[in-house]
């Protein structure tokens, strides 16, 4: 069987804490070469949604399907082709860049380890500071390193919860950049963030939640705010 | 199949190890307070170079259950820390595996306090320690595995939790009783005047049970406990 899939379905998904309702009858699909943004104030559900798209968290109710297959199904399978940056990146500060990446790359299984984090560091424009300790690095230094972490395995959901957080404009533009490219190379990307004048023009859809819930959805991420804010509303 | 799983948990276990060469924050911390905990027991209670007799495997185990526990608790502090044992989750291997890299890593971090702990006990309490080392090794070994494997569930369990501090060690020790029990009785039949070698072998069998209960279902429960 195929491991990989083409799209991304999200089927009548509720999740619960106690009586507590942060998600509840979510649905979308997404396809390979969309980039999704989840848009919503604090407490929106959007880290939620990722964490069960990530298979972390496991739904109340409804399913995930990859493809033709939910988490349960494809378990470790499925896991190897979703690659995830979360805001707090992931990463260990007391190993160095390389380190780092060379210990996810063998989690992964991949085979040249060594030039796979050479190629990774050299993406991340780190080919000279690959070998510092990530303590040392700064926060947009440190953001790079962990998304070509996530990106290492080369997945075919990648899933992002607040990526342009604390990066100065250089940074962002590269992130930008290198979304897009996997975005041609058919990647399905999710992306949970406030910063709307970022996704401007990157998504292919907007989905707004709000309370756990999805408000509206936008096929035009051009001119968001205003439409974010009527969502919202 | 098995292969994965041992090669996960070897990767798991050097990446531990690595990082705790780099900071000896677990090690130094809990070599200290092991050695505290001892120096204060012979404090109070070695009087004129004499400790009264069978207390030297009961303070021998209470320094290795509290330093253990700081040990699990510090060991996944650190993958709290960047939110690092969800990206360990996230990897496509038997995440029991990643429960038995980090079972591996604080294990070989108890053997080298224990390696400091157990002539200071000698020393302090004129226990002798080198009369039956093979023995007294297994019962070290067999008891520090079952204690350091329910630790090691509950300390990834408690990683998100608030007060898990508290928590920690609330689950951990009435579960680890058995554990404790056998390891103080096993060590007191070795250390006593009149060493029984029956007895202590006894309790190395029934170490040898709970460990086998202890991990078995620690691995089993793993996956499910981390997925919330």
């Known amino acids: 069987m195929n491991n990989d899939f083409e799209t991304l379905s999200v089927v009548d998904l509720a999740r619960y804490y106690g009586r ?44 995930v399907e990859y493809g033709a297959r939910t988490a349960a199904e494809g378990g470790a399978e499925v896991r190897g082709r979703i690659g995830m940056l979360g805001h707090d990146l992931f990463l260990y500060p007391e190993l160095t860049a390389r380190e780092n990446l060379v210990f996810f790359a063998r989690l992964y299984g991949l085979t040249d380890v060594e030039a796979a984090a050479q190629a990774s560091l050299a993406r991340a424009g780190l080919a000279d500071r690959g070998d510092d ?15 070509e972490r996530a990106l290492l395995h080369e997945p075919r959901l990648v899933l992002l919860d607040e990526p342009f ?50 408000v509206g959805s936008d096929d035009d991420s051009r001119g968001l705010s205003e439409r974010y804010r009527l969502a919202i509303q | 199949m098995i292969a994965s799983f041992f090669r996960v948990a070897w990767h798991v276990m050097r990446k531990d190890l ?30 004129e170079g004499r400790a009264p007799d069978d207390v030297a495997a009961g303070i021998l185990w209470v320094a290795v259950s509290f330093s253990g ?27 029991p595996a990643i429960y038995a ?23 302090l309490f004129n226990a002798p320690i080198l009369a ?50 056998a390891g103080v009785r096993g060590t007191a039949a070795l250390f006593q005047a009149t060493p029984d070698l029956a007895m202590a072998q006894f309790w190395i069998g ?22 919330e």
């Not at chain 1, 009858?25 to 559900?45: K, S, W, Y």
């Not at chain 1, 975005?183 to 399905?188: E, L, N, R, T």
């Not at chain 2, 939110?83 to 360990?88: F, G, K, S, Y």
């Open chain 2, 132 to 181: 039956f080392p093979g023995r007294l090794a297994a019962l070290l070994a067999l008891g520090t595995l079952g204690f350091a494997a329910v630790g090691t569930l509950f300390a990834a369990m408690l990683v998100r939790v608030r007060s898990r501090d508290t928590l920690l060690p609330v689950l951990l020790y009435p579960i680890t009783i058995p554990v404790m029990i």
């Open chain 1, 165 to 214: 957080t604390g990066l100065d404009q250089a940074s962002t533009a590269a992130l930008v950049e290198r979304l897009r490219e996997r975005q041609q190379a058919g990647c399905i990307l999710v992306i949970a963030t406030h910063d709307l004048d970022v996704a401007d023009g990157l998504l292919s859809r907007a989905i707004y939640l709000k309370n756990g819930r999805i």
């Open chain 2, 18 to 47: 690595t990082v705790e060469v780099r900071s000896k924050e677990v090690l130094l911390t809990t070599l200290f307070f092991a050695v505290s905990v001892v120096l204060v027991f012979s404090f109070a209670i070695v009087r």
């Open chain 2, 101 to 123: 890299g980090k079972l591996l890593g604080l294990l070989v971090l108890l053997a080298l306090v224990e390696i400091v702990l157990v002539p200071l006990v000698g020393l």
């Open chain 2, 69 to 95: 526990t700081l040990a699990m608790g510090r060991t996944f502090e650190r993958e709290r820390y960047n939110d690092t044992l969800r990206a360990l989750l996230l990897a496509p291997a038997d995440r």
């Open chain 1, 133 to 147: 300790l990530v303590a040392g690095f700064s926060r947009g230094m440190r953001q790079r390193v962990a998304l």
């Open chain 1, 20 to 63: 507590r309702k942060a998600l509840a009858q979510v649905n979308f699909t997404c396809r390979a070469g969309e980039i999704i943004g989840l848009l919503g104030p604090n407490g929106a559900g959007k880290s939620t949604l990722l964490n069960i798209l990530a298979t972390l968290i496991s739904p109340s109710r409804g399913r």
């Open chain 2, 206 to 227: 029934l170490l040898v049970f709970w460990d086998a209960i202890f991990i078995t279902l620690a691995l089993w429960t793993f996956e499910p406990v981390m997925t």
